[in-house]
Structures are given as C-alpha cells and as structure tokens.
C-alpha cells in the first residue's frame, strides 16, 4: 500500500496517560500535516512538518500537545495527559515536496491516511 | 480568520437523482479549492479548482469554481448508492514558499442515496 499510513486504526488511553500516533507519508512525500476532527465537526488544522522541522504549529494546544517529523521514521504526534476532550479522530496528510501542477503550477492535492480514532476513558 | 461554509449539511436522494453540492468560502490569498470524499476512513481526493469557470470532470462527478462569488459547486450525475458519504469542501491559502499549506475545511455535507 502506497498510501499514508497511520498507526494504530484505534486507541484508547485512561486520562492523564501520553498518547502517541504515528503517520507514515507516502513514498516521496516530505511535507506532512496533522488534522483533528471532533464529532459533528469539520477538520481542524493542527501542525505542518517538514523533515526535521515544525513549518506551522498555529492550530496546536500550547499544552500538552507536540509533533515532530525526524529524518527516519514516521511523524509523531505526541498528547500528553490526556483529557476526555481529547478524543477524536486524528488524521494526517502528506504532499510532495515543491512539485508543482504541469496545468495550473500549483502545488499538489494532500492526501489522506485512514485516520487513529483516539478514545479517552 | 478564513472560512469554509458547505450547504446543506445533509441530503437524501434516491439512485438515479442529480444532486449538487455548495462550498462558499472566504480566505486572505486565495490559492485553491478542493472537494473530499470521505466514507469511513480517509478523505479521498476528488478535485483541485485555482481558475474561475473551468469544470473539472470525473466520470459522473464534476465541480467549478466563482473566485469572484467566492464559492464552488459539485455536481453527481446519476447518483449510485456507492455515492453515499460525507462531501467536503477546503481551501487553501497561499504560501511564499510555492508549497503545499494548511487546508480549512467545512463542516461537509453527508450524502445518503437509498436505492
């Protein structure tokens, strides 16, 4: 399967322990992001990585949250303590790195791994 | 702060009916629109609209875009049950970089066609 890659499909953590989910790109894709959607709500942008760097954290908690994309393995988003509010499911995406349309020379679609459904107990 | 408005939030059809989809938008430095499919898992992506008045098709699936109206269409033609699933709209913003960026969604619109 060529496609993102997240892991685990599900989890549930008891509140206050960490939380940790990982995203694999797909193969030649360097620019990875991190989207929650709650129940009844579109999806919010949370973070946007590159290799080794954090390009956009705007829609990150200031508390309790990280991410970080090394330069081997998958991308980490990491929830400390969690709280019952924290349940949701995470998706992430990833493009490839500066390509650009031959139409229009825009840059390319992100596409979509099948998400972790976090649960907090 | 931008923002993404989808109507209606849920529709019925019945297989064989034409249905359309809206997305009004407003966003600082417009870049793109681009429509989802979402089933159970991941958003599947359909289209990428940057130009005013160009329909993108895909089989019985088609969209357009009015930058100055500020707002997208998608069109189902012939709708399948396999249609059945959340439509959703985003925006891009854009980037000095020339790269991807951040999407803003809407809430989407749930789609139910009964046979």
């Known amino acids: 399967n060529a496609g993102v890659m997240q892991n685990p499909r599900h989890l549930v953590r008891r509140r206050g322990q960490e939380a940790r989910l990982r995203c694999s790109p797909m193969?030649?894709?360097?620019?990875v992001y991190w989207y929650r959607q709650l129940p009844e709500e579109g999806l919010k942008f949370m973070v946007y990585?590159?290799?080794?760097?954090?390009?956009?954290e705007s829609g990150m908690p200031k508390e309790r949250f990280s991410a970080e994309f090394p330069k081997e393995g998958p991308s980490i988003l990491r929830i400390q303590q969690v709280v019952r509010g924290d349940s949701a499911a995470y998706f992430c995406?990833?493009?490839?790195?500066?390509?650009?349309?031959?139409?229009?020379?825009?840059?390319?679609?992100?596409?979509f791994g099948d998400g972790t459904r976090l649960s907090i107990l | 702060e931008d923002k993404v408005v989808q109507s209606p939030l849920s529709l019925v059809v019945h297989e064989g009916d034409t249905v359309t989809l809206n997305c009004s938008y407003e966003v600082t430095n417009f870049r793109s629109l681009l429509w989802y499919k979402q089933e159970k898992k991941a958003p599947t992506f359909l289209f990428m609209l940057?130009?005013?008045?160009i329909e993108k098709k895909s089989g019985r699936l088609s969209s357009i875009l009015d930058k100055k109206e500020l707002f997208s269409i998608l069109n189902i033609t012939a709708t399948q049950t396999g249609d059945s699933a959340v439509y959703l709209c985003a925006v891009e913003r854009a980037y000095s970089g020339g790269s991807n960026y951040k999407l803003t969604f809407g809430k989407g619109t749930l789609l139910t066609v009964n046979p």
């Open positions: 995406a990833s493009s490839p790195r500066g390509v650009r349309d031959r139409g229009t020379g825009y840059g390319q679609p992100q596409h």
């Open positions: 940057t130009s005013s008045g």
């Open positions: 193969k030649g894709h360097s620019h």
């Open positions: 990585l590159q290799k080794e760097n954090i390009i956009d």
